[in-house]
T-cell receptor
Framework: SQTIHQWPATLVQPVGSPLSLECTVE??????LYWYRQAAGRGLQLLFY??????ISSEVPQNLSASRPQDRQFILSSKKLLLSDSGFYLC??????????FGPGTRLTVT | DQQVKQNSPSLSVQEGRISILNCDYT??????FLWYKKYPAEGPTFLIS?????DKNEDGRFTVFLNKSAKHLSLHIVPSQPGDSAVYFC???????????FGKGTRLHILP
């Protein structure tokens, strides 16, 4: 069966510090991968999605970036965090069947 | 431009009664709709979906209704149980391979 992992589960970072969140999927190959952010009153905001290694589409201009160095690995990064980057970050995957399956999420607090 | 709208931020329902969560969409190209359930500090979990060729899909206590002419769908939960208290997200996609657009969610409280 497929599983999706995210780490860390929680993170507290000062403004201006870098960020790296990792997501890996097991039990499938060539999945479509997604990064979402859930901020208060904003629902689930799609940040990036990837249909293959090295292929990244950005949905929202911001100081975040994403990379997919391996088929089942998706990384969300920032060189300098802003206060507005605080939120709950979710990685998800789909195999073209419509339903997305989400990871457990990372709670990021920027102080 | 919000393509998927959940206009009720919260809803309270007595245990055992019917919960009805509503969702509107603006993009007539959407042809597949989904509902997700989310508990605090967890990722959303897929609940039920419906294709645009149908107007109803039922799975146990959960039924989703689609009204294409009104660009409206709803999720019915009968009977409502305490474990149903969560945030429910409506979502839509243009085809089953495209990215999914989510609404802002509705927080459902099931009252004892």
């Amino acid at each position: 069966s497929q599983t999706i992992h995210q780490w860390p589960a929680t993170l507290v970072q000062p403004v201006g510090s870098p960020l790296s969140l990792e997501c890996t999927v097991e039990g499938t190959s060539n999945p479509n991968l997604y990064w979402y952010r859930q901020a208060a009153g904003r629902g689930l905001q799609l940040l990036f999605y990837s249909v293959g290694i090295g292929q990244i589409s950005s949905e929202v201009p911001q100081n975040l970036s994403a990379s997919r160095p391996q088929d089942r690995q998706f990384i969300l990064s920032s060189k300098k965090l802003l206060l507005s980057d605080s939120g709950f970050y979710l990685c998800a995957w789909t195999y073209g069947l419509g339903e997305q399956y989400f990871g457990p999420g990372t709670r990021l607090t920027v102080t | 431009d919000q393509q998927v709208k959940q206009n009720s931020p919260s809803l309270s329902v007595q245990e055992g009664r019917i919960s009805i969560l509503n969702c509107d969409y603006t993009n007539s190209m959407f042809d597949y709709f989904l509902w997700y359930k989310k508990y605090p500090a967890e990722g959303p979990t897929f609940l039920i979906s419906i294709s645009s060729i149908k107007d109803k899909n039922e799975d146990g206590r959960f039924t989703v209704f689609l009204n294409k002419s009104a660009k409206h769908l709803s999720l019915h939960i009968v009977p409502s149980q305490p474990g149903d208290s969560a945030v429910y997200f409506c979502a839509a996609t243009k085809n089953r391979d495209d990215k999914i657009i989510f609404g802002k969610g509705t927080r459902l409280h099931i009252l004892p």
